[in-house]
């Protein structure tokens, strides 16, 4: 992980940053009139970074341009930094100083996360890991503007996001559900979050049908993560509940995966991982606020025993359910987990799950499908966070009109819709088990990368993290 850190004066010889969104804030007690003069004949509407090596260090003058927004600005300002990024690790440098002359925390906070994101790596399977290793570790904040504790949140949030990125990395030779549980457990052991884990005995006397379905075919046992912070000067008595998704492997079951639509899919527990490394984070900077994070965790495997498409599960809450294709195993699960969240009596829920292709389809990775229920000014504050930190979403609807693809002949409802509007007829069928305001999140286009895009990298992006985050700690 990548440190950050907030000084308040950089040492002579090591290599800067020189933030500015303007040239006449350029230091002349830094930069040589020469250098000024050439960075002011360089910069245009391409260049907008100039670096100048000075054998013994370097510095590099960053230009942040102003957009329309302090979201866009900020957002600039990451991709500026994961661009830098890229050249300290080829040039082997190990720390950076980021000097601040635009005196605007748009500048110096979201550039030094951009960095951070940038520099994640998962190296576990390289048996020679020093040759791939990053060679920055450090950065150095000099900024008036930002304060210690958005330092300090900063370096939670990336902490998390890094948690959450390797558990979606794993692959499910290594993280079985089992396994999931125990390293979820292990990571907030010195938390305020109390973890229960139930095995799959449990399991059977909740009657989660969804989730047992599901793990019929697998030779692994379910496990399900009840995780429950409440700090004592908590602003609500009634829970912010998550749910995420973490199917460890989806082989799509007896409705097999054809070509490569499988290659990926150690990346289908992301909700889950998202959820862990959430809390993870809200408790680890205290924040003021009960919250309840809720996991049902398996893969979906074929066997001989394997659940079919014809076949009527009961769920948790009772409902029966006709399975029309076993590859739409998630809303299986998260199902059971939304009639269970019932209990807490919650404020409100959000659950995330790479559900379905639908969604990846219509927006790409640019950002997450929403649906709601009872949550209007929740979902648009959701939004605001999502525009904060550049995890954007884009909302659905849940019209009553899409439960006619639900319907069915011989149970209570169908748990897969037609041809169209997949996305939005699995929002519909979650939302068939909540009786509380709620926001089903599909981060199917967002979880997980195969080329890089800026700062989000390839492979897991641990998106979800910094946006629930952001979202909780508004809460306060």
Known sequence: MTNIKQVSQHISGENLVLLVNDFNQLPSNI??????????????????????????????????????????????????????TVFINENKLADIYVLDYSLNETYALPFSEGMALSNYQFLKYITDQ???????????????????EQIAHLSI??????????????????????KLAEDIKHLLRDTNVNVEVLNKKKIESLKMGGLLAVNKGSIDPPTFCILEYKPENAHNDKPYTFVGKGVV????????????????MKCDMAGAATVAGAIYAIAKAKLAVNVVGLIPATDNRLNGNAYVSGDVITMHDGTTVEVINTDAEGRMILADALSYAKKYDPKMVIDLATLTGSAQRAIGKNGSVAMGSKSENEMS????????????????PLWEEY??????????IKHLGGSTAGAITAGKFLEHF??????HLDIAGTAFLEKKDSYRGIGGTGVGVRLLFDFIKNKQ
């Open 403 to 412: 439960e006619e693809e639900l319907k069915s002949t011989i149970a209570d």
């Open 31 to 84: 930069l040589s009139i020469n250098e000024l003069n050439f960075i002011k004949e360089k910069f245009d509407q391409d260049i907008k970074r100039i670096d100048l090596n000075h054998l013994s260090n370097w510095i590099f003058v960053q230009l942040i341009e102003e957009k329309e927004s302090k979201n866009l600005t900020s957002e600039q300002a990451r991709i500026a930094g994961d661009k830098l």
């Open 130 to 148: 020093p040759k791939k290793v990053n060679t920055l570790t450090d950065i150095y904040i000099v900024s008036k503007t930002v304060l210690d």
């Open 249 to 264: 492997y989806d082989t799509g079951g007896l409705n097999i995966k054809t070509e490569n639509h499988m290659n990926n």
């Open 381 to 396: 504050l959701l939004k605001q966070s999502g525009d904060n930190v550049h995890e954007r979403i884009v909302e659905f």
């Open 157 to 178: 949030q990336l902490e998390a996001n890094s948690i959450t990125r390797t558990f979606v990395n794993e692959p499910v030779s290594y993280l079985t559900a089992e």
């Open 434 to 439: 909540t009786d509380y305001p709620y926001i």
